[in-house]
């Protein structure tokens, strides 16, 4: 029938630090068409952010930054849904009863958390554990059937699968299980310093992160210190499991320059390394540079993205109030009289 409901998508990014290109090529450009078949909600997840230390002022700013960045680059208020988390006190709420549904042998075993543990020693603090359940609530609240993610976070994703049916079995069924949306493309750009690690947006280096707010000499530069290989092979493009180097900058050329990769190994075959690291500088550069425009432009215009936010903001509340609801029924808490 006609008014078939649309699956639910959500997903969402820290406003932490930079948004790389790996982060660009990987997810967020991967979402636009996701709102033509979907009801698509994308969120700042600010809170996420509170687990590793953040100067308040950065904080802010950061997130308004990737607000703006989220529409340029194609995310769109009218037809998803787009906020920031904190805006909708319900995942903080929803998180707690996940809380107790959800065992500190599950948390202490993800990848992630013993990741940041070891990378921040000095403050291991009980929201980095707890995180992988903030982002449970996060998609669940919404009943989300999809969460597109990079492989980094199918381990959170499943975790969310399993509070889910936990919930589902012990109070009857609530929650949608959701499941992963894997991109096929682009999920696996990496370090250009280190091309067998993923591009991260918290690697010391910066030369082996694009960040997507990069000018066009910092990206050319960047990409003609980015490490190819020393064999005697050498200035030979083409993919191959030795030369991971020039394997993933074929990679984003084809990405960027939206080719396929076999047709990039052709363009440049006979090609030296120079030249074929100022073509994927070219083909960079024309990708972002239309996005720094607009965001630039979105971020002079407050009223406008303070309009956009407290609709995203209405929009998801009204979703989230009602399913937390449910949950504080189905667990035996009095409902308030209004
Ligand atoms: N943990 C995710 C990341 O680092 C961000 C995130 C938080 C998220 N909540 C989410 C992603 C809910 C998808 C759905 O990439």
Redesign the pocket.
């Known amino acids: 029938m006609a008014d078939e409901v649309k699956k639910r998508v959500?997903?969402?990014?820290?406003p932490t630090g930079k948004v790389t290109l790996g982060n660009y090529l990987g997810a967020i450009r991967n979402w636009t068409p996701l709102q033509e078949q979907y009801d698509c909600l994308f969120c700042v997840?600010d809170l996420?952010s509170l687990t590793v230390a953040q100067v308040p002022a950065e904080l802010r700013k950061n997130t308004l930054n990737l607000v703006a960045l989220y529409i340029a680059c194609g995310l769109d208020p009218d037809k998803s849904i787009l906020f920031i988390q904190s805006h909708v006190h319900e995942h903080a709420e929803l998180a707690w009863i996940l809380d107790t549904v959800t065992y500190v042998g599950e948390l202490n075993r993800m990848t992630q958390f013993k990741d940041k543990s070891r990378k921040h020693a000095d403050n291991i603090n009980m929201g980095l554990m707890n995180y992988p359940v903030l982002?449970a609530s996060?998609?669940l609240l919404y009943r989300t059937q999809y969460?597109p993610?990079?492989k980094d976070?199918v381990q959170?994703v499943e975790l969310a699968r399993d509070i889910a049916e936990r919930f589902n079995s012990r109070y009857s069924d609530t929650f949608v299980v959701p499941e992963c949306l894997l991109s096929r493309t682009g999920s696996s750009i990496k370090s250009l310093q280190e091309p067998t690690a993923k591009m991260s947006k918290s690697d010391p280096n910066d030369n082996a992160v694009i960040s997507i707010t990069d000018d066009a000499d910092t990206v050319r530069r960047k990409l003609r210190r980015a490490v190819t290989d020393s064999d005697t092979d050498a200035h030979c493009v083409r993919r191959s499991e030795d030369k991971p180097g020039v394997s993933n900058l074929l990679n984003i050329y084809s990405l960027c320059a939206d080719v396929s990769t076999d047709e990039a190994e052709r363009l440049f075959e006979g090609k030296g390394y120079g030249y074929f690291k100022d073509a994927v500088a070219d083909a960079v550069i024309s990708v972002l540079q239309p996005i720094q425009d607009r965001q630039r432009i979105l971020l002079e215009d407050k009223g406008y993205l303070e309009t956009v936010l407290k609709r995203g903001a209405e929009r998801a509340s009204h979703i989230a109030q009602n399913t937390l609801a449910k949950v504080y029924r189905k667990v035996g808490l009095v409902p308030q009289i209004r």
């Open positions: 959500f997903s969402g990014v820290q997840v996420h982002m996060d998609i969460v993610v990079g976070q959170h």
